[in-house]
């Protein structure tokens, strides 16, 4: 289930489920992995959990995901003339 508040606190877990329910998969696992080794999204610990704000993983995941496009030969295009 998506929250339906921005400041909604989730723990591990409810973030995965929540944004894969968005369209955005991931494992509890990889944020784990992520909380570790840095590049997931900011989290806060509460009584030894990982507390993660939607508003700020739902932007997180909305960073990761690149524009739109038609075919597979554009993202080369953008590349080659940026």
Known sequence: MVPNTDDALLTRK?????LTAAGYPVASATLATKATRGGGPPYAIFSAKA???????LAWARKLTSATRCSTSERDAQRDAG
Do not use: C, K, N, T
């Open 51 to 57: 507390l993660y704000r939607w508003g700020d993983s």
């Open 14 to 18: 409810a973030v995965a489920e929540a």
